[in-house]
């Protein structure tokens, strides 16, 4: 199913889709009712969460997919004697898969050294929050990058599409962490969104031990002790 378009393209969507977040789906619904009833822009109005998973999960593909087809560009084992196309299709469905599904449409013990580590990166990173991947997360790991330039600059804060990212948020992020024994932690996916609206209450519902709990957050602004 290497060069079978048709399959590429529906396994790609679902494994993107179903890695991208439930916050991310139900933010991208709000932004589009609400444009039924009047102008708006669409990524500006997604919430900063939104903005991250979205923004990192398309670099990572096609940065990842890139990485591969440079590698494996003459890789007679994998790709070798595609075409430029084709070769372009087989490394976007090896990018997009290695984070989050786990399909293969070349064998994978015949890649190069080069590539087998970028699939390793990329399967460490894995999807977004709250979603069907693993990995640490596309939002851990750009906030980890931009907060390492953030350092570099010699910067308090970290800043993504405008909005400031403070320690105090993040010391939010612990605490809420440590309100959840080991049970719960393993069950739930913790994702306490700071990055998102800070004054928006995100509730949060999983199963832990066949019994359905739920953990509440209220973020404000001015005030984000628990």
Sequence with gaps: YALNPIINIV???????????YIVWWDVLRVLKKARTKKVRFFRDLTLHSKIAITATLILIF?????????????????GDYTLLQKIEVSLFQSVTTRTAGFATVPQENLTNASAIVCLLLMFIGGSPVGTAGGIKTVTFAVIIVAAIASIRNKEDTEVFGRRLTKQAAELHEKANNLLNKDQQAAVEKYVDALCDIEALFVKKAFCKGCEFSVSFLLETRNLEI
């Excluded at 396994?11 to 977040?21: D, H, K």
């Excluded at 494996?72 to 994998?78: G, I, L, M, R």
């Design 11 to 21: 396994t790609c969507s679902l494994i993107i889709l179903g890695g991208i977040g």
């Design 63 to 79: 940065v990842g997919a890139a990485f591969i087809f440079a590698f494996e560009y003459n890789n007679p084992q994998t790709m």
